[in-house]
């Protein structure tokens, strides 16, 4: 009888799972299918889309790209996140070497320090930066986008590649110093090496909330042939806000890059923050 009843818990269980499971999917999926769908409607029928587009077309597509100069939107977005990415990895990975490798006076101390910095909300320095940015005459360059970037997202990839690396074992590096390879050659030659997954980890991580970032884009650079894609979009939505299939294509065109992205490397993206936030 108590097996029967163990037998019928497990499986109530495993149904409630997949119900939330089912739920999840539907309430995070159904709003890209709308989307989706209402990029390929044609505009007399858009206030009568359900889940699949009314009178296809890609006109829609064709008109987003050339009223929001999507190129050059792209080039912008590709040269502050490639450009984020490079600086987050660099000084990061050497920062959680530093941490995980070395002991030195107060170790500890700044690496918490530095983690603390996670629990601040970007939006409470946005005052401050936007200040320094006008007196650096930063404002509407490149720079005023990635030094922030760089900044708030630097303490979490350190976080994770610290505790990443601390899984690899230290006989590895003591037989590399045994051969003569200096602390910079164990770090560049074999350190960064055997983590590769937690450095792609980072780099999707960082590349995915900064492509989307909104406020800070919008507001450092007003400039619009410097402006990143959320800004651009945003632009479109003050200009266009009625036409809600030009609004979706337009959503679709700067979400593809990422998509794909994450996509393909979401195996790497799982595997690197799992090691980095659960070992160490």
């Not at 019928?8 to 409630?16: S, V």
């Not at 119900?19 to 989706?36: G, W």
């Not at 946005?126 to 006008?134: A, S």
Request: aromatic fraction near 16%; hydrophobic fraction near 55%; proline fraction near 4%.
């Amino acid at each position: 009888m108590k097996k029967e009843i163990k037998k019928d818990m497990k499986i109530t269980g495993r149904i409630f799972k997949w119900l939330v499971l089912v739920i999840s999917t539907i309430f995070f999926i159904y709003p890209v299918i709308y989307t989706l769908s209402m990029s390929f409607t044609s505009k007399r029928a858009q206030y009568f889309l359900v889940l699949w587009p009314l009178e296809p077309t890609i006109t829609n597509y064709i008109e987003a790209i050339k009223r929001s100069n999507i190129l050059s939107l792209y080039k912008n977005s590709i040269i502050v996140t490639g450009a984020t990415v490079i600086l987050v990895l660099i000084v990061s990975s050497m920062a959680a070497y530093a941490f995980a490798r070395k002991k030195f006076f107060g170790s500890n101390f700044f690496f918490y320090l530095i983690f603390l910095a996670l629990i601040i909300p970007p939006i409470s320095v946005f005052i401050p930066l936007l200040v320094q940015l006008k007196n650096y005459h930063l404002i509407n360059t490149y720079w005023a986008l990635i030094f922030p970037y760089t900044t708030i997202s630097v303490p979490f990839a350190t976080f994770i590649l610290r505790n990443f690396f601390k899984t690899i074992p230290v006989e590895i590096e003591e037989a590399a110093k045994i051969d003569g390879c200096n602390d910079f050659q164990i770090f560049y030659r074999i350190t960064l090496p055997l983590s590769k997954s937690a450095l792609g980890a980072v780099t999707i991580f960082t590349a995915l909330a900064w492509w989307n970032e909104y406020l800070f884009a919008s507001v450092f650079i007003t400039n619009n042939k410097m402006q990143t894609i959320p800004a651009g979009i945003g632009r479109i939505i003050g200009t266009y806000w009625m036409d809600y299939t030009l609004l979706s294509a337009a959503l679709i065109i700067a979400l593809i890059p990422m998509l794909i992205v994450y996509l393909v490397f979401q195996r790497t993206f799982i595997k690197g923050v799992v090691a980095g936030a659960i070992k160490g």
